[in-house]
């Protein structure tokens, strides 16, 4: 029995905390397609200025600080929100996070916005942690 049977409240805050951290960015050909649709950026310009390769797979690459490279820390926001990829529109409801409540927890020190805002139901949250 998971420990989300009564379903999760979560809001983003826009604080940045998980925007600023050491980690990757995984990109899909869905997130591609969106960011060239949504972000007013070509294919050649992110490939050439916002993504990179680890492993074969393809990531944004990170700000010098390892903070994604669209997080805008002055202005706290994304600055690609519209556009972010699925990584991004699917935390914190990621499978690394929600399969030990332990986990869960860890990372709802670090999340303002967990316990926040419209509950989301254990099938939903179940549907979005097996997006990625």
Do not use: H
């Amino acid at each position: 029995m998971s420990f989300y049977k009564e379903g999760i409240r979560f809001e983003c805050k826009q604080c940045g905390n998980c925007c600023s951290i050491k980690g990757y960015v995984f990109i899909f050909p869905k997130d591609l397609e969106r960011l060239v649709e949504k972000s007013g950026f070509t294919l050649e310009e992110l490939e050439r200025s916002y993504l990179s390769t680890v492993d074969g797979y393809t990531v944004l690459r990170s700000r010098g600080d390892e903070g994604c490279i669209f997080w805008d820390a002055i202005e706290k926001s994304c600055n690609i929100y519209e556009a972010r990829p699925t990584q991004c529109r699917t935390f914190p409801f990621w499978k690394s996070l929600v399969y030990r409540k332990e986990k869960w927890d860890k990372e709802t020190a670090m999340c303002p916005g967990i316990g926040e805002g419209r509950l989301y139901t254990e099938v939903e949250i179940d549907e979005i942690k097996n997006l990625l």
